[in-house]
């Protein structure tokens, strides 16, 4: 499997877990969780043969399946969920920590979590792709070896062993003949660091690989074109918008709704999902990718310069308007330049600047970034994980915000009826594009090349992810 | 000549501690590291814990007296994503960087070497004329272009070698020829006009006149007093090849230093890419010395006049 990223140790430790879906293709090979995506559930029982909430919300029970060992043959308990639970700093470990109450061991099958109070949103954060806090790790082996020992050999519960890693070039990972599920028919997978496409997609083409992650537009084209291999698109809840981060400053021009509204007519969103995408992204008219529970589903602003030109006219720009540089997430420059091409053609001036991964990513979360970037978030939850990143005022990665959508957000949090929670979320996304806070590009979906040797790729299999569901990928005979 | 190489070695112990105080100071001003490490749900606690830990809460200049004393004792610190030791990393990578510069010095020597001698010789010739052309096409081809499609030829279409990765010795041989490529086009041209400046001398007349072979005549007399200037150039180049080695990594997914400090670039994994700039700055700045020491060696001149 040639990778698009450097595999870190970071992420055979499902304890530090970014807001991100990539480091679930380490995680889900290696390790397991009481409840999580499975082949054909969007929140299957994994380790937990069940699991009930109590009447009053406040209490969810799991209890584990009979017989589970870790690789090493220690016994997965309920002392270890409790542990890997109290371990977990990942994303929204603040969120968890400060709703749950106490995690009580009832028996060494049986774990209960109380909660301070009732939270709809909890199996989404434990039991999906949201968070990595439900994945369960060895107590007792982590205490004797330590964190950094963990990280060097990682032990899980997961369908795969941990073989062997060289940093920054490939991590060995063996079938786990004792997995709940059953065995991997892949006996060995090797995962590797191809950070350049091109070479990607050739490794694909030679067979040095059998899958290839994340293609770009033009290298996914040259893989489709080849009749042994094949495209396919994932279908996680990955989505592109163009921000504007100086809407709230009465000074910025951006203030002007027209202005904005401009952008928005302004941008083909299916000629951008052709160039960078082959078609496969769909355009989308909200920030909240189409898959996730309690999405708004609604079509596109549409392409129209015209209107776009007319707009910057009443907003008092009937020149055009320089836009300064835009900055596109990297490595999305294939989109980044369509969408400065489409704004230039209406005449919002812009040119686009180019910056390191991890320059943007600090960037983005100090809320440093001004004037127009492009955005692309992967990681999984719902629309009202999504609404409080983003929308919420106080969010990680908000640059403003409404009281109306911060008094929704919060009283969702706490409705259990779910026909009302949709209502109040659908009414904050329909509020986002009233007020044109976002220039919404496409649901993006990462292309991945499979090649001859794949009978079965399972690369959609997952709810929410982008990744095979592992241990039922299958090569021809 | 004792003075004149504890002047140069003054001189190249300055020239380190310039290079660490640049990288230690633009890794600081392009962010905080801190940012990049922490997950976003740290609190503000963990993030000055963490940043405690790695004693980035202290004045720079005190940073900096940690940093360099620390890399006196060859403690470069752990890196942060592979949570090892950065020195542990680059030696572990440097064997790869080693294989793929020593094969690309090989390609240029072989190549370039003979034609720029038979270029000299043959001076207004159909191979003279080619051979120029082949120069500067190789000046102006960008490395990762030219990997990229020998990799489509021979990897792709004629499946003929690997394209990526490191394991068996044909994974060298494309990036090898990658590398070497510029390389081949310069020394080229400076062994052609070494080669045309030593053709014209008095003794190189005088041998032909005594009816020596003309092998012998290019080879012992001609080239062997040509060949100052391109040892010393072929040198700088092995260190310069070693630098040039990361594109072309990336490129091939060669696991050498090159790809090394890429990443760490990209994750801003800082104690990595502080340890990979100060151990290539060492090399170039280690053969810089060698060799203005051999210059000195062979030419009293210099060593007077520096």
């Not at chain 1, 009053?56 to 002392?79: C, I, M, Q, W």
């Not at chain 1, 270890?80 to 028996?107: H, I, M, N, P």
């Not at chain 2, 403690?75 to 030696?91: M, N, T, W, Y």
């Amino acid at each position: 499997m040639a990778w698009h990223v450097t595999l870190a140790p970071t992420w055979f430790d499902p304890s530090t877990a970014p807001p991100q879906i990539t480091p679930f293709g380490m995680l889900y090979a290696i390790h397991d969780a009481l409840v999580r995506p499975l082949p054909g559930q969007k929140m299957g029982n994994s380790l937990a043969e069940s699991w009930k909430e109590s009447p009053d919300g406040k209490t969810y029970e799991f209890k584990l399946r009979s017989g589970l060992k870790f690789h090493n043959g220690d016994p997965v308990t309920a002392e270890d969920v409790k542990f890997s639970f109290e371990r977990y700093r990942g994303t929204a470990s603040k969120e968890l920590q400060a709703r749950v109450q106490q995690v009580e061991v009832v028996d060494p099958l049986t774990v209960r979590f109380h909660l301070k109070e009732p939270w709809p949103d909890f199996m989404t954060f434990y039991g999906t792709t949201a968070t990595a806090a439900g994945l369960v790790v060895p107590k007792k082996y982590i205490t004797q070896v330590g964190d950094e020992g963990f990280r060097k050999h990682p032990i899980g519960a997961g369908p795969y062993k941990f073989v062997s890693h060289a940093p920054g070039v490939e991590v060995v990972l063996e079938a786990y003949p004792g997995y709940w599920r059953h065995a991997p028919y892949v006996k060995r997978l090797v995962m590797k660091s191809v950070p350049e496409g091109t070479t990607r997609a050739a490794v694909l083409k030679t067979g040095e690989a059998d899958i290839a992650y994340a293609l770009d537009g033009p290298d996914a084209e040259t893989v489709k074109k080849d009749p042994r291999l094949q495209i396919v698109p994932s279908k996680h809840a990955s989505i592109m918008w163009l921000e504007f981060a100086e809407q709230w400053d009465p000074k910025s021009p951006w203030a002007d709704k027209r202005l904005r509204l401009a952008v928005n007519h302004a941008l083909n969103r299916k000629a951008i999902n052709e160039a960078a995408c082959l078609g496969y992204c769909p355009p989308t008219g909200v920030i909240v990718p189409r898959v996730m529970d309690f999405a708004l589903q609604v079509e596109p602003p549409a392409y129209d310069p015209q209107k776009a030109k007319q707009l910057l006219a009443e907003a008092g720009y009937p020149n055009g308007i320089d836009a300064g540089e835009l900055v596109p997430i990297p490595p999305f420059f294939t989109t980044g330049e369509s969408v400065v091409n489409y704004l230039n053609a209406v005449g919002i001036r812009t040119r686009m600047r180019q910056v390191e991964r991890a320059a943007f990513y600090a960037a983005w979360r100090e809320k440093k970034l001004r004037g127009l970037f492009v955005v692309g978030v992967g990681n999984s939850g719902n629309a009202a994980s999504r609404v409080q990143e983003f929308m919420y005022s106080k969010g990680s990665y908000a640059y403003g915000g409404y009281p109306d959508i911060d008094d929704l957000f919060l009283q969702q949090a706490r409705e259990r009826d779910v026909k009302k929670r949709e209502q109040m979320l659908h009414k904050i996304q329909q509020l986002t594009i009233d007020r044109v806070m976002y220039a919404p590009i496409m649901d993006f979906r990462a292309l991945m090349g499979v090649g001859p040797r794949v009978a079965e790729h399972t690369i959609t299999w997952i709810h929410n992810s982008p990744f095979p569901s592992y241990e039922d990928v299958k090569l021809k005979e | 000549m004792p003075r004149y190489i504890l002047g140069r070695v003054v001189q190249s112990i300055v020239s380190m501690l310039v290079v660490s105080v640049v990288v230690f100071a633009l890794v600081r001003l392009s962010g905080d590291p801190i940012t990049i490490m922490m997950p976003a749900e740290a609190t503000q606690k963990d993030i000055e814990l963490m940043r405690a830990s790695l004693g980035l809460d202290r004045p720079w200049p005190v940073q900096y007296w940690r940093f360099i004393s620390r890399v006196a004792q060859g403690d470069f610190g752990k890196s942060v994503r592979f949570r090892r030791p950065a020195l542990d990393l680059i030696a572990e990578r440097y064997a790869a960087t080693l294989e793929l510069g020593g094969l690309a010095v090989l390609i240029v020597i072989a190549v370039a070497l003979p034609v720029g001698v038979y270029s000299a010789v043959r001076r207004g010739g159909p191979l003279d004329y080619a051979a120029r052309m082949f120069a500067a096409l190789g000046q102006a081809v960008p490395p990762f272009w030219l990997g990229l499609v020998l990799v489509l030829i021979f990897g792709v279409l004629l499946h003929l070698l690997p394209t990526s990765g490191r394991g068996t010795p044909l994974h060298v041989i494309l990036p090898g020829i990658t590398l070497g490529w510029f390389a081949v086009a310069g020394l080229m041209r400076l062994t052609r006009s070494s080669m045309l400046d030593v053709l014209g001398s008095e003794y190189v007349k005088l041998a032909r006149i005594k009816g020596l072979p003309e092998r012998q005549v290019i080879w012992k007399h001609a080239f062997k007093n040509a060949a100052l200037p391109i040892v010393t150039f072929a040198a700088l180049l092995f260190v310069s090849l070693l630098n040039g080695s990361i594109i072309v990594e990336t490129v091939f997914g060669w696991p050498g230093l090159g790809l090394l400090v890429i990443e760490a670039v990209d994750s801003r994994d800082y104690p990595i890419v502080q340890a990979v700039v100060l151990f290539l700055s060492a090399m170039y700045i280690g053969v810089n010395l060698i060799v203005d020491v051999l210059y000195a060696y062979l030419n009293p001149k210099i060593r007077y006049s520096g």
